[in-house]
């Protein structure tokens, strides 16, 4: 078996890909380990980027995101007992959000890839990259499938990065000590934009999906786990994190999800060893607090994409050669984003009063300084691609 790109994951990452590749006349094969049915219902977050849109929008898989995706034009920071808004319209005027869920990309990038033919295989077991300084070929379940390029788009615990001889790559790691309880709930949204609570009691995030479903999360210590969250508790705790602002009270309804995410920061460097180039979660991770971790897949598929294109169409290799620094520039900027909004609103030791004064002072800064309000909303709807 031959294809052009042999790509590992049918994520965000792996999925876009492919389809801009056939747009582009080249051919790729993605093979995923988990079932199509596990794959399109995976909760994940739901920020999207003008950029992202845009992206989605110009490769033809925009069209539910255009009628069902809910535009947003700032977001609240909640602290002490009021709620500031940070307006993109006036801030980066042009410029916003889209909040539509991530497994409803992968669902419409699925379809497009099916409708167009494309060789998408899940349940695929033991997919191994080998020889990408030579010859890059995939083994899978018992067979073999002979490639130019790997792309590895298998996320944070996939197998390509792990393939690469140790040495070669630099990786960069902050873990911090909690994680986001993520909570899926059929009750109208109690706001029509997210709010980012910073609370004595931890950080909470209200989101939403549809009119209908809101999206939650709350900061938990590191090693809970969802049985210790029945839905009382976290109702309970999600309003004494966020009924703070007078006249402000959440409403409850049916949970129909729940799941801990840890909170990590990393990033592997290059995203390339020979011919196999990392997109997406499988070189760098960002703490979701930014809303930045599918954005930055999304910006990494269209780095390799050209890259690609000049390479099959000419022979050249001079932008695959520059993928990884091309990408690193922006997932640099967008760890450091998600780290200082980590910081600026979770709780952390609760000894460290000097650190709590720190981060109510830039809270402060934040939502009364044009320039300091300016920075957060640039970077929060993407910095130009
Ligand atoms: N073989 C084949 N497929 C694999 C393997 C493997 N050994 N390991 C992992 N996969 C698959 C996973 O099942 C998953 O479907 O690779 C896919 C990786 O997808 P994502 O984790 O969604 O990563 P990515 O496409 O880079 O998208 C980044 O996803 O994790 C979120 O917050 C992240 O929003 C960001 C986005
Ligand atoms: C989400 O809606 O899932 C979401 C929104 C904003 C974030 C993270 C997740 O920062």
């Known amino acids: 078996m031959r294809t052009q790109v042999g790509i590992i994951g049918a994520g965000p990452a792996g999925l876009l890909l492919s389809h801009l590749l056939h747009q582009r006349g080249i051919s790729s094969v993605v093979l995923e380990k988990r079932g199509r049915a596990h794959v399109e219902s995976r909760v994940r977050a739901g920020v999207l980027e003008q950029g992202t849109v845009d992206t989605l929008v110009a490769a033809g898989v925009g069209e539910r995101l255009l009628r069902e995706g809910l535009p947003h034009q700032g977001i609240e920071l909640r602290y002490g007992e009021r709620g500031h808004r940070i307006a993109f319209e006036k801030l980066v005027p042009g410029r916003s959000i889209t909040v539509y869920g991530q497994q409803e990309v992968v669902k419409d990038l699925i379809a497009a890839r099916l409708e167009a033919g494309g060789d998408v295989r899940f349940e695929v077991e033991d997919v191994a990259p080998h020889s990408p300084e030579a010859g890059p070929y995939l083994t899978f379940g018992g067979e073999r499938l002979d490639c130019d390029v790997i792309a590895g788009c298998d996320g944070f615990h996939g197998v390509s990065r792990a393939s690469i001889p140790e040495g070669v790559l630099r990786l960069h790691e902050r873990e911090y000590p909690f994680a986001w309880l993520g909570?899926?709930?059929?009750?109208?949204?109690?706001?029509?934009?997210?709010?980012?609570?910073?609370?004595?009691?931890?950080?909470?995030?209200?989101?939403?999906?549809?009119?209908?479903?809101?999206?939650?999360?709350?900061?938990?210590?590191?090693?809970?786990?969802?049985?210790?969250?029945?839905?009382?508790?976290?109702?309970?705790?999600?309003?004494?994190?966020?009924?703070?602002?007078?006249?402000?009270?959440?409403?409850?309804?049916?949970?129909?999800?729940?799941?801990?995410?840890?909170?990590?920061?990393?990033?592997?460097?290059?995203?390339?060893?020979?011919?196999?180039?990392?997109?997406?979660?499988?070189?760098?991770?960002?703490?979701?607090?930014?809303?930045?971790?599918?954005?930055?897949?999304?910006?990494?598929?269209?780095?390799?994409?050209?890259?690609?294109?000049?390479?099959?169409?000419?022979?050249?290799?001079?932008?695959?050669?520059?993928?990884?620094?091309?990408?690193?520039?922006?997932?640099?900027?967008?760890?450091?984003?998600?780290?200082?909004?980590?910081?600026?609103?979770?709780?952390?030791?609760?000894?460290?009063?000097?650190?709590?004064?720190?981060?109510?002072?830039?809270?402060?800064?934040?939502?009364?300084?044009?320039?300091?309000?300016?920075?957060?909303?640039?970077?929060?709807?993407g910095l130009p691609w």
């Open 183 to 381: 909570v899926l709930a059929r009750v109208a949204p109690s706001s029509k934009e997210l709010i980012y609570a910073r609370n004595e009691r931890g950080f909470a995030l209200h989101s939403m999906r549809s009119p209908e479903i809101s999206r939650f999360y709350l900061q938990v210590p590191p090693d809970a786990d969802d049985g210790d969250w029945p839905d009382e508790r976290i109702w309970a705790e999600l309003k004494q994190r966020l009924e703070t602002v007078p006249g402000f009270t959440l409403a409850t309804g049916e949970i129909i999800e729940r799941s801990v995410t840890p909170m990590r920061s990393f990033v592997a460097e290059p995203m390339q060893y020979g011919r196999l180039f990392l997109a997406g979660d499988a070189a760098h991770i960002v703490p979701p607090t930014g809303a930045k971790g599918l954005n930055l897949a999304v910006a990494d598929v269209r780095v390799l994409t050209e890259a690609l294109d000049l390479f099959f169409s000419t022979g050249s290799a001079d932008l695959l050669d520059g993928y990884s620094r091309a990408c690193l520039k922006r997932v640099w900027r967008a760890q450091h984003f998600s780290w200082w909004m980590t910081n600026l609103l979770h709780t952390f030791d609760s000894d460290d009063d000097y650190g709590r004064r720190l981060q109510l002072s830039y809270l402060d800064y934040v939502t009364s300084s044009e320039a300091a309000a300016t920075t957060l909303a640039e970077n929060y709807v």
